[in-house]
C-alpha cells in the first residue's frame, strides 16, 4: 500500500522560514515527479511546487518563486519544501503528491497518490 506522509509544518511568524517533508512507502518513486500543492480555508487546492523524476527540474508557483524549494532524497524516498521568507498568505495545508510519470505537472489531476496534509500557519 502506497502511502504518503507529511511532516514539519507549524506556527511561524511572517519572515520566518519552515522546512516540510514527506516521507514516501510502499514503492519507491525516484522515477516519479513529486509535488507539492497547498490548501487554504475557503480555497481550492493550488499548486506550489514540483520536481521531476530523478531531480533534474524543478517548476514554481509565481506566488513562492524564490522563496521556496522544492528538492528529493531518493535513497530516503522523500521530498522537501524549504520555504522562506515566509508570508500570512502562506497559511495552508500543504499537501505531498506524487505521478506516474517522470514529467512534472502543476495539474493536481495528474497525481495519483496524496499525502494527508500538514498544517503551516505564518502570522503577521
Known amino acids: 500500500q502506497v502511502q504518503l506522509v507529511e511532516s514539519g509544518g507549524g506556527s511561524v511568524q511572517a519572515g520566518d522560514s519552515l522546512r516540510v517533508f514527506c516521507v514516501a512507502s510502499?514503492?519507491?518513486?525516484?522515477?516519479?515527479?513529486m509535488g507539492w500543492f497547498r490548501q487554504a480555508p475557503g480555497k481550492e487546492r493550488e499548486f506550489v511546487a514540483t520536481?521531476?523524476?530523478?531531480?533534474?527540474?524543478?517548476y514554481y508557483a509565481d506566488s513562492v518563486q524564490g522563496r521556496f524549494t522544492i528538492s528529493r532524497d531518493d535513497a530516503k524516498n522523500a521530498v522537501y519544501l524549504q520555504m522562506n521568507t515566509l508570508k500570512p498568505q502562506d497559511t495552508a495545508i500543504y499537501y505531498c503528491?506524487?505521478?506516474?510519470?517522470?514529467?512534472?505537472?502543476?495539474?493536481?489531476?495528474?497525481?495519483?497518490?496524496w499525502g494527508q496534509g500538514t498544517q503551516v500557519t505564518v502570522s503577521s
Open positions: 503528491a506524487a505521478t506516474m510519470s517522470p514529467v512534472s505537472s502543476m495539474n493536481r489531476d495528474e497525481y495519483p497518490y
Open positions: 510502499g514503492r519507491t518513486f525516484s522515477r516519479n515527479a
Open positions: 520536481i521531476t523524476g530523478y531531480g533534474e527540474r524543478v
